[in-house]
């Protein structure tokens, strides 16, 4: 066991029988009552937040996780399937564990799973992607002066907000965080 000292951003516990992921963490110390930590915690079964209030020194179960990179090969249904680089073992994971991210993925690229024993908790695509775009309104010379943009739909199928010197053809990179767009790259 553990105790709430222990405990930061990130971390996995287990809390009134679920597993759950520390989303946020504060300690707290009002005038004249006790110290407290504060938790913003999030169900990695059903995605549900909460929030609880812990005393210090309060012990809590610390749950072990194991993280794989593994290789994304692709989506059926509701699933998308991995493999295990190592042993070619083929898992199912839920899209939702990958959150806006899953929209992203690509055959072949590598993605962070966690596995509390043999059972996939989280799933996280890679922070940073680059894909080509396959379809958007012709640019025109000259309109880089704005911060205007234009949706344009990516080699992946998914449409993402772009500036209006974008052209069909052109590489972006992409944080799959927020579906934003970062930089042009050249190919």
Request: overall charge negative; cysteine-free; hydrophobic content about 35%.
């Amino acid at each position: 066991m553990a105790d709430t000292g222990d405990i930061n951003v990130g971390s996995v516990i287990r809390f009134n029988g679920d597993i759950v992921q520390i989303t946020d963490w504060q300690h707290r110390t009002p005038g004249n009552l006790r110290a407290f930590y504060q938790a913003k915690m999030r169900n990695l079964k059903n995605g549900k937040q909460t929030e609880n209030r812990f005393r210090s020194g309060e012990s809590v179960e610390l749950v072990r996780v194991e993280y794989k990179m593994m290789q994304f090969i692709y989506t059926e249904g509701e699933f998308a399937v991995v493999m295990d680089n190592e042993n070619f073992e083929q898992v199912h994971i839920p899209m939702l564990m990958f959150g806006n991210g899953g929209r992203f993925l690509k055959e072949g690229m590598e993605v962070k799973v966690s596995f509390e024993g043999d059972e996939p908790i989280i799933a996280e695509p890679p922070t940073f992607i680059e894909a080509e775009i396959t379809y958007t309104e012709p640019g025109l010379k000259g309109d880089t002066a704005t911060n205007t943009l234009k949706f344009a739909t990516l080699d992946t199928g998914t449409e993402i907000k772009v500036p209006l010197f974008f052209n069909q053809g052109d590489w972006v990179k992409i944080d799959t965080r927020t579906g934003d767009y970062v930089e042009r790259i050249k190919k």
